[in-house]
């Protein structure tokens, strides 16, 4: 009987997180302060917990030849190297990294994760609810503290993040193939994947968020379970990934499936296993009682909802295609993905089978998702959660194509040079065949990088004590200027306090005002005719006009 016990365990921890979501129902305001003090404290363990398992580590990492780990390090410096110089520093989608980073700053300057709505720099006079998750802010936040608020910073710091993912990927890859030639195959390709290095050098979670995954899953794979030091590690980590996006939950039962590979009924009853899960449990709670509270949320989804199968023949039929168009997917990769299936699944079908579930549930996932197409604005940042098992199976059947070759190929000499000129093709012929793509901005992406970088032009050459008054206040608090939202000026009681309290009050008719009937016509307009604004500079893109108007206190209306 007391055998049998052990067994619900993990059902124990299951009924705690429903008792735990479903009864208590904690305030906005609470889970303000509450989701970034867990996730802090998660992020904490993390690295107290990586110190008092380091010996462990270091002889799992001993094990791999100082010559793999030479290759790797290039592989890595190269990636890094790519990231940080190709693609242009600047936003690509409106609004969500002036949101994230304004979120970050808010974490760090009073401790609350929201968006502020009316504030100057350093402090929110009025926070507003978010519905993303806070890893990511929570994570950017303590550099803020630390160094202060500097955008290009955080995009230093988000774009090493990113990149850490290529040797995450080696050692994942390593670990279910038992190759070392497999895992510098996967690293090389995840560095040369147009889409990782594009977004990785942005202020979105896309590039951040399959680095934790990756090194979670590994850390999954690895651990002893006589070592609960390494147990709860690979549980803090899968406790901060969930946090990162509003999806990430999904990656519980893909870790579930990784955990097959070992000893699924020992571990059921392993009481390491059970207080481990109940960490992550409670270091995840306040993340999914706010993304409860926000479930009603349409994230501007139409009458279809946020979800529905009218979405997912379309979104499957484009999401495929994009892995076979060769000017935004590596097509070599694809037949290389193919062919790794296959034969993964011939050699080691427990090494493929929680790899084809990481792909295909979060394909599956974004094909019901209003806004899961691949060619859904630039929604293709989404197909990077799944890169890491694509790129792992990919790795694979490349490694594979090349042991067929080398059984046919006599002469050991010119089997190595052989090797080295396949990878110097695939190097060559990726990287320039996408170079274009990593270099510039689409249509989509070009408004939103013209509307934000000439805001932050115009900004940095005002007085620091202007108020801005936009539909992106975040965008300016980012840029240390006092803002408030348009609508808060036009209709809030805020309106009389900030044209007593600010002589310099400047209005961006920027890209809702440019572009949406219902914002130009409710707000926009009637803002310009309530009072005396005098035209200051204008930047024009495409058939968008983007304006600066000063307010003349002198006068309340127009003549």
């Not at 890859?173 to 147009?194: E, H, I, Q």
């Not at 706010?290 to 009218?310: L, V």
């Not at 009937?517 to 005098?534: G, K, T, V, Y």
């Amino acid at each position: 009987m007391k055998e049998g016990f052990k067994y619900l365990y993990l059902p124990l921890v299951a009924l705690i997180f429903l008792i735990l979501n479903i009864a208590i129902k904690p305030s906005i305001n609470t889970l303000y302060w509450l989701q970034p003090l867990s996730i802090f404290i998660n992020i904490i363990l993390i690295i107290v917990f990586t110190i008092l398992a380091r010996n462990n580590l270091k002889k799992y990492f001993q094990k791999i030849p100082k010559w793999v780990w030479g290759l790797l390090l290039l592989i890595f410096i190269f990636g890094l190297v790519v990231r940080l110089t190709l693609p242009p520093k600047e936003h690509r989608i409106y609004y969500d990294e002036d949101i994230y980073l304004n979120g970050a700053n808010n974490i760090a300057n009073q401790g609350l994760a929201c968006l502020c709505d009316y504030g100057v720099p350093g402090e929110c006079y009025d926070c507003i609810d978010n519905k993303q998750p806070m890893g990511m802010q929570t994570f950017n936040a303590i550099f803020i503290f630390l160094f202060g608020n500097s955008e290009l910073f955080i995009f230093i710091i988000d774009i090493i993040v990113a990149s850490l993912a290529i040797p995450a990927i080696f050692l994942l890859t390593r670990k279910l193939t038992n190759s070392n030639a497999a895992g510098l195959l996967s690293a090389l390709f995840l560095s040369l994947v147009p889409d990782h290095i594009l977004w990785s050098a942005t202020l979105s979670q896309d590039a951040f968020f399959p680095t934790f995954f990756i090194f979670t899953a590994f850390l999954f794979l690895i651990f002893s379970n006589e070592s609960f030091k390494e147990v709860l590690l690979a549980f803090l980590f899968a406790a901060f990934t969930i946090q990162i996006r509003t999806e990430g939950l999904l990656i519980l039962p893909i870790l579930g499936i990784f955990l097959l590979l070992k000893k699924p009924m020992n571990l059921l009853k392993d009481k390491r296993i059970f207080f481990a899960s109940l960490v992550l449990v409670l270091l995840i709670t306040p993340t999914i009682m706010h993304i409860m509270a926000n479930s009603n949320d349409s994230w501007g989804a139409g009458e279809g909802g946020k979800f529905a199968s009218e979405y997912f023949i379309e979104n499957v039929s484009e999401n495929s295609k994009y892995f076979f168009e060769i000017n935004r997917f590596p097509i070599l990769f694809t037949l290389f993905f193919a062919i790794g299936i296959a034969f993964l699944l011939k050699d080691n079908w427990r090494s493929a089978l929680p790899l084809l579930s990481w792909f295909f549930a979060f394909f599956i996932l974004y094909g019901f998702f209003y806004a899961g197409s691949f060619n859904y604005g630039m929604d293709v940042r989404f197909s990077l959660t799944m890169i890491p098992a694509f790129i792992i199976l990919s790795s694979y059947g490349a490694l594979k194509i090349w042991e067929l070759i080398d059984n046919k190929i006599k002469r050991k000499n010119f089997r190595k040079y052989a090797m080295v000129l396949c990878l110097a093709f695939i190097l060559i012929f990726t990287s320039i065949n996408h170079l274009n793509q990593v270099t510039s901005f689409g249509p989509k992406a070009n408004d939103a990088r013209v509307v934000h970088e000439f805001a932050k032009e115009f900004a940095q050459n005002t007085s620091e004590d202007c108020m801005f008054i936009s539909q992106v206040s975040s965008m300016f608090l980012n840029f240390n200027r006092a803002s408030v939202q348009t609508h808060r000026f036009l209709w809030g009681e805020e309106r009389q306090e900030i044209m007593d309290n600010f002589e310099c009050i400047y209005f961006y008719w920027g890209y809702w005002c440019a572009s949406t009937d219902e914002h130009r016509d409710q707000q926009c307009l009637p803002l310009l005719d309530e009072l005396n604004w005098e035209y200051i500079s204008q930047a024009q893109e495409l058939d968008k006009t983007f304006v600066f108007y000063k307010l003349n206190k002198s006068e309340n209306h127009h003549p």
